[in-house]
């Protein structure tokens, strides 16, 4: 059974960076599209971005200048990185994998997800 | 806003049949996946492609697509399919995906 789980600072500042890591167990980083997805308290789904297999990455637009999502094979590990962040991006961050298979697109296993307050 | 439309909210009488529904332009070349979030939980997939269920979730939930729509149908919904349910695909570029802003289910 795959698992996911985020990890991270609960607190950051406003203007500083927000940086998490999802660390996979029982399966491969390979083969798969590794997305993050957050939801603000009360609202509903954003999806941050994704880094496939081969390293690529795609963003949301409204994020895109300040998201960077690396991934670690060595240690099943894949981060998220949010600069000049501010209230309106505290959020319950998540990791989550992206299946492909036939081509249909689906997240198929979620992190737990870790919420992450942007206050001084 | 969401390039992806549902309604906010719905209800339903417990044993009764549900639809929620998901618009957007995108949809009529893409696929919608359906996700069930109860509170304090992270989501979880429940209908994905034409309409394919993940292990583990009952053949109560079934997926379709007419257009631009794409629906999610409870047949004889429990207590326990009330959540919050949303739908995601491609964004109307094809390169980005996104949610829908979901829909409250209630099980009268």
Redesign the interface.
Known sequence: QVQLQESGPGLVKPSETLSLTCTVSAGSISSYYW?W?RQPPGK????IG?IDYSGST????SLKSRVTISVDTSKNQISLKLSSVTAADTAVY?CARQNWA?L?????Y????TLVIVSS | S?ELTQDPAVSVALGQTVRITCQGDSLRSY?A?W?Q?KPGQ????VI??KN?R?SGIPDRFSGSTSGNTASLTITGAQAEDEADY?C?S?DSSG????????TKLTVL
Not at chain 1, 44 to 47: A, T
């Open positions: 997305s997805i509903g789904l954003e999806w994704y795609k963003y949301n637009p998540y036939s249909i697109y689906h997240f198929d979620w992190g737990q997800g | 969401s696929y996946s996700y979030q992270a989501p979880i997939l994905y492609g394919n993940p949303y995601n491609r390169h980005h995906w996104v949610f829908g802003g979901g």
